[in-house]
């Protein structure tokens, strides 16, 4: 994975949305002269397309040299790695039937082309410039000799995103299809877990448990909560506190599997003081055999890296100096396993972006 400062080269990116695509440029992990919104047209295929061609050339005709590549996360399902976008994509009907979308940009401007799942740019955004970064520094500057390489990113808002990123390279699959969506709801296992973790089951469960019809988004759930707004405070909090419980279940199955640092981004995070604690908790839940013993559900200590009490002990571990057999020579051994979940500090959407510029550069 490169480092930030290790290219100027320009890569021309988009912020696409079901409303509107936002067009723009970075170089050395930063934004790039102007950016530039068109409606995206999703309705009608040809005038989606048409819009696509036409904002990405009024963006390369502005730079003052060639790009070496087009990058840019895409939401629904797809076929990434040829970029072919298709499949039940709600924002963007007219692309069901699939699209090969990147190798069509490839033809019309003779530079790379590489789509992504947003949620796999985040991670990558945050293991590059983020999240795992500043961990690390964080344990260098404890005197902590642990360091981290794993990662697994997730975005909480319209759904549940989730990527993953393994000694700096990113894990797409063998089939585009590294996601968690998907998983089994913990309260409701007929159901998949985003119904859980989104904007939607927030407003849901609110209403449920208050009896308020009222159209509220998070925002307002929050202000609830917070007793600066009318409304049912205990049900407010219990709204995400709920989301916390189901995330960390659907969390403890991915990082038993991934072992890794977790980093959460989205507009949902403003919420963490209400969700986390339950995230924590059901993480750090514990397990049976069928023989009636009991063991953690992880089987790492799980660590809230942004409570300074916690990283202490996160960083301190249990570092000891063992004899090696037959000789005289003595290694560190530290017996703690451990990992930490942290909110991202750079924003979701900075960390997409970045993600995107570094995917394209590192793999140019």
């Known amino acids: 994975m490169n480092t930030l400062e290790t290219s100027k080269q320009i890569v021309v990116t988009l912020d696409a949305g079901g409303t509107n695509f936002v067009f723009g440029a970075m170089a050395e992990g930063k934004p790039f002269g102007r950016s530039i919104t068109k409606p995206s047209q999703a309705h009608d295929l040809d005038l989606c397309l048409s819009t696509l061609i036409a904002g990405f050339n009024e963006i390369i005709e502005a730079l003052p040299e060639r ?5 840019f996360a895409f939401p629904g399902p797809a076929d990434y790695r040829n970029g072919v976008i298709g499949g039940y994509l709600p924002n963007f009907p007219s692309f069901r039937d699939g699209v ?6 490839e033809e019309k401007f003779g530079i790379p082309v590489y789509i ?7 991670a990558y955004g945050e293991a590059a410039g983020g ?3 500043r ?39 063998d089939n585009s299809c590294v996601e968690t969506f998907c998983l089994k709801h913990r309260d409701y296992p007929e159901y998949i877990v985003e119904d ?39 049900a407010a909090k219990e709204s995400f506190a709920t989301l916390g419980r189901v995330a960390g279940d659907a969390m403890a199955t991915a990082v038993t599997l991934m072992d890794g640092i977790i980093v959460i981004g989205g507009g949902l995070t403003g919420a963490a003081k209400y969700f986390m604690p339950a ?26 890296l942004d409570d300074k009490a916690e990283f202490e002990e996160f960083a301190r571990g249990n ?22 979940v942290t909110l991202s500090d750079i924003g979701a959407s900075n960390a997409v972006s970045l993600g995107a510029y570094l995917y394209a550069i590192d793999n140019n």
Do not use: H
């Open 67 to 71: 790009p070496v590549a087009i990058s």
């Open 100 to 105: 090969a979308l990147g190798p069509m940009l």
């Open 116 to 122: 992504n799942n947003d949620a796999d740019l985040f």
């Open 131 to 133: 999240a795992l970064p």
């Open 135 to 173: 961990i690390n520094k964080m344990l260098e500057e404890a005197g902590s000799a642990k360091r981290y390489r794993n990662l697994l990113g997730y975005t909480f808002g319209t759904g549940f995103g989730f990527g993953f990123v393994m000694d700096g390279k990113l894990n797409l699959g």
């Open 196 to 234: 859980g973790v989104a904007i939607r089951a927030v407003k849901r469960v609110y209403r449920e448990l208050s009896g308020d019809e009222r159209d509220l988004q998070p925002k307002d759930i929050f202000d609830i909560a917070e007793g600066t707004a009318e409304g049912d405070a205990k």
């Open 279 to 304: 995230l924590l908790d059901e993480m750090r839940a514990e397990i049976a055999t069928m023989s009636g013993d009991k063991l953690n559900r992880v089987q790492m200590r799980v660590y809230n």
């Open 319 to 340: 570092s000891t100096k063992i004899k090696v057999y037959g000789s005289d020579r003595e290694v560190d051994y530290d017996p703690i396993k451990r990992i930490g």
